[in-house]
């Protein structure tokens, strides 16, 4: 019997790969879990406490989770998805809709299905460096919020670039509607040099994804809900619904290291080596986009597709978070003293890309929906498979999902407009991994049925 994975995973480690990608100890070169160890990997023998029903060291470990006076934190070991599903579902008995921005996690949007509840998808603003959404439009967001029993909100987007949340927030709350923040890619937020957590603007729930930026173990991720959050016990109580009956303790105790980490951690190493890593990528013309979190960093390059760029990146094993048409997506480590990242390997293998000078690429932009909208919580059961050239003006049976990043860009429900259409061929044509694209046909609604 073979073993196709460990093998996979042995060859790639043999090529000394660079990681400019998720999770955060990039391949255990930052921070200390060094400290752990598999004969850890234990259960809720005596003397370990139950994750479902903490009342010793797990209790005990969870506390030292300090970020903010008035909040709580609580461990999930099935990852973010799992905090997103106990809040939502949470409010499934409460009157009115769900409020989501468009560029939310696909974890939202299958909490929502899973309610059955009304949505209705926020108006939204877009980048004009990295054509994503940023965030909901704050100017129009007080006219949406008629019914709206809760909101979730992403902050900061996959590319680093970050809403005001403290005026969403205040909205909100001002129109009595709480608030669930997706901080995914935040778990750093508030060291030296970083955007401030959407806790410092009194949100209801938050929820970061400690493995994709500290140094924890992947699946491991905190969420952090408020003293005088609504429904707060009844969410605590769908943590253990949503979560595995066997956490495991080695990813609680690289959560526990991965704090320890970020209560010590000192940014000057970090935004010395940044300021390196973009000068040596600026001295090969690539344009370097720098956001509102430093620990992302866009690479642009006159006359080349993102995909291109990340294939010029991946040559040299250097590899990036995730790659579209425009740029490719640098997540940085959090350099510290005596790290064991590789970084003056990462600078020879910069200086070693082949560049050609190149005209700019004709622009094809195709312009994302930015308008509210209902969105679809039910299942679509009478569906059938066509050609996306015959897809226009047909109802779209599933989520269309680019992965990375597993924000839908196409919602079930919604009715398929020429320019999806133009998407969805460009997708198909760079051969990218979306799901709910196969091959060259959709899943539709069936109206013949």
Request: net charge negative; proline share 5%.
């Amino acid at each position: 019997m073979g073993l196709p994975l460990v093998n996979q995973l042995k060859a790639l480690h043999h090529t000394k790969p660079i990681s400019l990608h998720v999770p955060g100890h990039k391949n255990m070169t930052i921070g200390n879990l060094n400290q752990l160890d598999f004969t850890m990997d234990m259960t809720e023998i005596t003397g370990l406490d139950d994750l479902h029903h903490p009342e010793d060291v797990l209790l005990e470990s969870m506390e030292t989770i300090h970020k903010h006076p008035n909040y709580d934190a609580f461990y999930l070991v099935n990852g973010t998805t799992s905090g997103i599903l106990s809040v939502i579902q949470s409010y499934k008995d409460e009157t009115g809709r769900y409020g989501v921005v468009r560029n939310a996690h696909k974890s939202v949007f299958h909490a929502v299905d899973l309610t059955q509840q009304p949505c209705h998808l926020f108006e939204m603003t877009m980048s004009n460096e990295t054509k994503q959404y940023i965030g909901p439009r704050l100017e129009t967001l007080h006219h949406q919020l008629n019914e709206t029993k809760l909101a979730i909100l992403t902050y900061p987007n996959y590319y680093g670039e970050c809403v005001n949340i403290a005026n969403a927030v205040q909205t909100l709350h001002a129109h009595d509607v709480p608030v669930l923040v997706d901080e995914a890619h935040g778990a750093h937020f508030d060291l030296e040099g970083f955007p401030h957590s959407a806790m410092q603007a009194g949100a209801d729930y938050v929820v970061q994804s400690y493995h994709k930026t500290l140094p924890a173990l992947t699946m491991g991720s905190v969420i952090f809900i408020h003293k005088e959050a609504p429904v707060r016990e009844r969410v605590i109580k769908y943590l253990s619904y949503f979560q595995t009956s066997s956490p495991s303790y080695l990813v609680m105790s690289s959560l526990e290291l991965a704090h320890q980490f970020y209560n010590n951690y000192k940014s000057a190493e970090f935004f010395n080596k940044r300021q390196q890593l973009i000068n040596a990528l600026s001295s090969k013309q690539f344009k370097v986009v720098e956001v509102d979190d430093p620990l992302k960093l866009i690479i642009q390059c006159d006359g080349y597709q993102g995909f291109e760029l990340q294939e010029q990146f991946e040559s040299l094993q250097i590899y990036t978070e995730l790659a579209d048409e425009y740029q490719v997506l640098f997540v940085l480590p959090l350099w510290h003293d005596n790290d064991n990242y590789p970084f003056e390997l990462l600078l020879e293998r910069i200086k070693q890309l082949k560049i050609q000078e190149r005209a700019p690429l004709d622009e094809q932009r195709i312009i994302y929906n930015t308008e509210s909208s209902k969105y679809y919580p039910g299942d679509i059961n009478d569906v059938k498979e066509i050609d996306i050239d015959q897809a226009e003006n047909e109802i779209l049976a599933t989520h269309i999902v680019p992965y990375p990043p597993g924000i839908p860009l196409m919602f079930k429900g919604e009715k398929i407009s020429n320019s999806m259409v133009k998407l969805l061929h460009n997708w198909h044509n760079q051969n990218l991994k979306i799901e709910g694209l196969y091959g060259h046909k959709i899943k539709i609604k069936d109206d013949s049925k």
